[in-house]
Every structure is written in C-alpha cells, then in structure tokens.
C-alpha cells in the first residue's frame, strides 16, 4: 500500500506475555519512528531508526522494550513481560530522510492499539 | 515535566467561523513546530509546520502563528468547517536535525454545523 502499515490494529493480551507489533513503513523512506500515546496524552517517542540501525533508543521506558529493523524496511517493536501500564496505542512512522530537509513531516500508520490485562 | 503544553483540551466553534488553537512550550531550544490532525482510529496526519526563523506560515485555510519571546504559537482555520472536527497536536523540535518531535496533550476541536 502507499501508506504506513502496523499489524496488528488490536492486541489484547494478558500480563507477563511477550508481544511483537510490526510497522512497514512506506516505500523508500529511510527514516522510520516509534511513538506510544496513552489515553489522554499526545504521542511519545520511543526509538528512531536512520537505515538499519536504531539512531536514538531513548525514548524506550525501560529493557523489556526493543525494536529491530534488520533490512532497513519494516521494524518490529517487541515488548517482553507485558505489564498493565503498557497498555496504549503504538504508533510507527517515517519520513523520506530525517532532519533538515522538507516540511518535517512524519507519516504515521494507523497505530497498533495494545490492551495488556 | 511537559515541554509542549495544550491547555485547552476541547473547543467548539460554529461552522464559518474562526477557530483558534493554541500551544505553549518551555525548551528555548526548540526551533521548529509542527501541527498534525487526528481522527479516531486513525493515525495522526500532517497539517502544517513552522520554523524559529518565521513568525507565520499559511496554507490555505491554515495559518500557524509563532511567538517566540513568548514562547507561544497558534493555529488558526478560517472559515471552520465540520470536516475540521478532530484532535489537534502541536509538536515541536530541537536542533538535533532529527524528527523526533514532543507533542502535546491535544485539542479537541468541534466544528458545529
């Protein structure tokens, strides 16, 4: 498709499980992001990737969050031990390049909406 | 510590009329500004951004404003429509050269027919 896709829209899972939420980005954007929002607030970054590797994992709340984007294409974003407070909507989105250039737009997906019981 | 701040967490405006959303930050450091539209269940879409070197920037029925002494910008749509009603984020920017934007916690706008 032409846009941002992540699958899935809806995961609900229990405690302690271990959970992998996928982004492809659109087609030739090298820039790919990681964002969660919580009910009521805006969207929080988490993990930026430049290609391959991840140019800034600062946003991850903690170890049991890591992503990979072993082919500089689609990412996955993986939680282990899920707890109740993980429970938001993930977003992933990319932009051509990243920083300087354009309006700075980011294209986002439609978010994967995670329910940890 | 929210850096973005959108105090106004819901507005209503008539159809026609302005609408006038607005956003205030706290890192000086900050030096380009972004507004991105939201409907349910959709992910967030790009309206319009604006860097420290302006004070302005319009397209179409869209005009951010900035105010950096006061550290302050706003969105205004004129004229409103109903197909405007959604969920507003400001976002904004260091000179880190990347996209990794802060945003706000979101306005949301209903424009009434």
Redesign the interface.
């Known amino acids: 498709g032409a846009g ?1 896709s992540q699958t899935p829209s809806n995961k609900v899972t229990e405690k302690g499980k271990y959970v992998e939420l996928r982004c492809d980005p659109i087609s030739g954007h090298t ?1 790919l ?1 990681w ?1 969660r929002q919580s009910l ?6 988490l993990i ?1 990737f430049q290609g391959t590797g991840a ?2 994992d600062s ?1 991850l709340p903690n170890d049991r969050f890591f992503a990979v984007r072993p082919e500089g294409s689609v990412s996955t974003l993986k939680i282990q031990r899920t707890e109740r407070g993980d429970s938001a909507v993930y ?1 992933c ?1 990319s ?1 051509l390049t ?3 250039v354009g ?9 994967s909406r995670l329910t940890v019981l | 510590d929210q850096q973005v701040k959108q105090n106004s967490p819901s507005l209503s405006v008539q159809e026609g009329r302005i609408s006038i959303l607005n956003c205030d930050y706290t890192n000086s450091m900050f030096d380009y500004f972004l507004w991105y539209k939201k409907y349910p269940a959709e992910g967030p879409t790009f309206l319009i951004s604006i860097s420290s070197i302006k004070d302005k920037n319009e397209d179409g029925r869209f005009t951010v404003f900035l105010n950096k002494s006061a550290k302050h910008l706003s969105l205004h749509i004129v004229p409103s429509q109903p197909g405007d009603s959604a969920v507003y984020f400001c976002a904004a920017s260091g000179a880190s050269g990347t996209y990794k934007y802060i945003f706000g916690t979101g306005t949301r706008l209903k424009v009434l027919a």
């Not at chain 1, 009521?40 to 970054?45: L, S």
């Not at chain 1, 309006?103 to 978010?111: A, H, M, Q």
């Open positions: 941002v820039a992001y964002y009521g607030q805006g969207p929080e970054f930026y140019a800034d946003g977003l989105a932009s990243a920083g300087g309006t700075g737009e980011l294209f986002f997906g439609e978010g």
